[in-house]
């Protein structure tokens, strides 16, 4: 029942809100899939962005695998007039053998409702190295997104939800509220600021993709606190419902970023709270840590 009611405080507190500027993909992979930094706004024009990302661990809807997975990624998005992007994201697991670990390409449409209501809807396919780290989101290959943003003018609220499919498929829904903040006064000069946007957020949904990854790597789960999952006889599959919606995640993230016309430096702190957990993983609470480096072309 509490899940009820933090779920009805999310919606009336950030009600439906899309993305329809701001197009950015680093990953706390809370899905992280697409969309520059946090603090970012990327006007509706012609635009080429690149970026580069260090990342903490990797999380995927709000779980993470039994081993920590530090990451650096690179990331391009081509921004058209008419609301068209594409986009590229290239992932690092840092201490393994691949040069590359995994390659994500998309495309998407911008919506524009009203001055105060936009939206984003977005396909992405998931490319892994048959060599790479086994990171929690390996089972899934597709995703398709879509991203509705209210503008309150005291905060911003979104409701995004997104199906993936491949070895596993899911469902999401994602809850986010926000309040952007910038400085009036320059750092160096009158052309940069700081800026900051507190944002709350809420993941429910199935999470078919964990007993996937289960099933796929078990030698990941043979740590002395991680004991692999019972499977009834006959069964390749762990015997949990993760095919029920649910809640899966609360997390509240502070990012903090330098910004100059054309580029912006951001680091971000996360403190994430997985609920629900499903078969092996005993995911526990954990705070994230990124640093984004971004420049727009215009």
Request: aromatic content about 20%; some cysteine.
């Given at each position: 029942m ?10 009336v507190?950030?009600t439906v809100?899309?993305?329809?500027v ?6 706390d992979?809370?899905k ?19 970026g580069i990302?260090y990342g903490?661990d ?5 779980r993470?695998?039994p ?11 081509y921004?058209t007039k008419?609301g ?6 290239i ?5 393994y ?5 995994e390659v994500?390409l998309g495309a998407?449409?911008?919506?524009n409702?009203s ?6 809807i977005?396909y ?5 190295n048959?060599?790479?780290a ?10 398709i997104?879509f ?15 997104d ?8 469902y999401?829904?994602?809850l ?7 400085t009036?006064?320059g750092i160096?000069?009158?052309?940069d600021y700081l800026?900051f ?5 809420a ?14 790597n078990?030698?990941k789960?043979?740590?002395?606190e ?7 006889q ?10 029920r ?5 609360y997390?509240?993230?502070?990012p ?8 912006t430096?951001?680091a ?7 609920v629900?957990?499903?078969g092996?993983?005993?995911?526990r ?7 984004t480096?971004f420049?727009l072309?215009?």
């Open positions: 509490k899940y009820f009611f933090i779920l009805i405080f999310l919606i507190c950030n809100s899309a993305a329809a701001k197009v950015s993909f680093f990953a992979t809370d992280d899939v697409h969309v520059t930094a946090d603090t970012d706004t990327v006007f509706r024009k012609r635009s080429i962005s690149v990302n903490s990797i999380q995927f809807f709000g993470t695998g081993i920590k997975y530090p990451f650096m990624s690179t990331d391009a998005i921004n008419s068209f992007f594409l986009y590229t994201a992932y690092k697991v840092l201490g053998n691949p040069l590359v670990d994500d998407g449409y911008l919506l409702y001055k105060k209501f936009s939206g984003a977005s992405t396919r998931f490319i892994f048959k060599d790479a086994a990171v929690i989101k390996s089972a899934s290959a597709n995703n997104d991203k509705n943003t209210f503008d309150w003018k005291f905060a911003k609220s979104s409701i995004t939800g199906y993936l499919f491949g070895d596993a498929n899911d999401f829904i994602t986010n509220t926000s309040k952007y903040i910038e009036s006064w160096f000069d009158d052309k800026s946007n507190p944002t709350i957020s993941i429910f949904g199935t999470q078919n993709f964990v007993a996937r990854y289960s099933v796929d078990p030698d789960l043979n740590l002395e991680l004991p692999p999952p019972s499977f009834p006959g069964q390749r599959i762990p015997n949990y419902d993760n095919g919606f649910n809640a899966l995640n997390s509240f993230k502070l903090i970023a330098y910004n100059r016309p054309h580029y430096f951001e971000s702190l996360k403190y994430s709270i997985p629900n957990v499903e092996a993983l005993k995911n609470h954990e705070v994230f840590f990124n640093l480096f420049y072309f215009f």
